[in-house]
């Protein structure tokens, strides 16, 4: 195992001063007003029924940071949590601001979690590339992203920009691990990243191309050719990536099946139909 390297440490906590100080006392952004009051209904309420055009991880952190530091007052018996379909902005306005909470309070717990990720993974990156390349090499990848003021602007905030981000490499890197040994080990993990990644955006679909791309190329580059032992192993292989797409799914399942123990199946489908029906592919 490596040493922690002492500059990658540096870094890191510098990105995590600026990225705290810019926060602090920082007004809501336009997203956060529906997805701090999304996320804190999902893990107090396990009612999915606010903001469902994002998946829900991102955001049930976030609530499960505000309810651990700050414990506020969600209100539930406004018409936006009752009757509007997506009520989304209503109640997060009665949330944060007309229901006796203190704002500023549960909008920096709710996005200290995302600090902490955008930190998570700027060390992920530096230590992967560390080990495929060098730390000089690890150290650089580790400036471009630790100081890109797309990374710093985004991180700050309860959307899912960042993890999304956090999400693709997590799934190609696990996949990419299980390529090299598709041992049962590294199935259960990529299969555990993958699920997390489609819990964080909807996006991270394309993961399921990538994969199917990432593999092909694999079986291809291995030094025996159109021979029995290839169609084995491609076979092999192809088994196992589709237990990893079960895995996540798995995954997937469970958090929705948690997240919706209290959304009355019949409001499901009332919520379902109207946004759906609203918002289609209209050439």
């Not at 804190?40 to 940071?65: C, M, W």
Request: charged share 15%; proline share 5%.
């Amino acid at each position: 195992m490596k040493k922690v390297n002492p500059l990658a440490i540096f870094i890191l906590a510098v990105m995590f001063l600026l990225l705290l100080t810019s926060v602090w006392n920082d007004s809501a952004i336009f997203d956060e007003s529906a997805h701090i009051p999304a996320g804190y209904g999902y893990v107090t309420q396990f009612d999915y029924r606010l903001n469902p055009e994002h998946p829900p991880l991102i955001k049930a952190i976030a609530g499960l940071s505000t309810w651990l530091m700050v414990r506020p007052n969600f209100p539930t018996d406004t018409q936006a949590w009752q009757n509007d379909i997506n009520g989304q902005w209503e109640q997060g306005a009665k949330f944060l601001y007309g229901s006796g909470n203190d704002a500023d309070r549960i909008i920096f717990w709710s996005r200290f979690p995302l600090l902490l990720m955008a930190v998570a993974l700027g060390w992920l990156l530096f230590a992967w590339t560390r080990k495929r390349f060098n730390t000089t090499t690890a150290l650089l990848v580790l400036m471009f992203y630790a100081f890109s003021p797309t990374v710093l602007a985004h991180s700050r905030y309860v959307t899912t920009d960042i993890g999304a981000m956090f999400g693709f490499f997590i799934g190609i890197a696990s996949f990419l691990a299980f390529l090299e040994r598709p041992d049962r080990q590294r199935v259960v993990w990529a299969g555990l990243c993958l699920g997390a990644a489609l819990l964080i955006k909807f996006s991270t679909v394309l993961l399921a191309p990538i994969y199917a791309i990432m593999l092909v190329a694999w079986i291809a580059s291995q030094p025996y050719f159109f021979t029995r032992q290839r169609i084995k192993a491609g076979l092999l292989l192809l088994g196992k990536t589709i237990l990893i797409g079960i895995i996540g799914l798995t995954v997937v399942w469970a958090v929705y099946a948690l997240f919706t123990l209290n959304y009355p199946p019949e409001q499901q489908l009332r919520d379902a139909s109207s946004i759906i029906g609203s918002y289609g592919f209209k050439p």
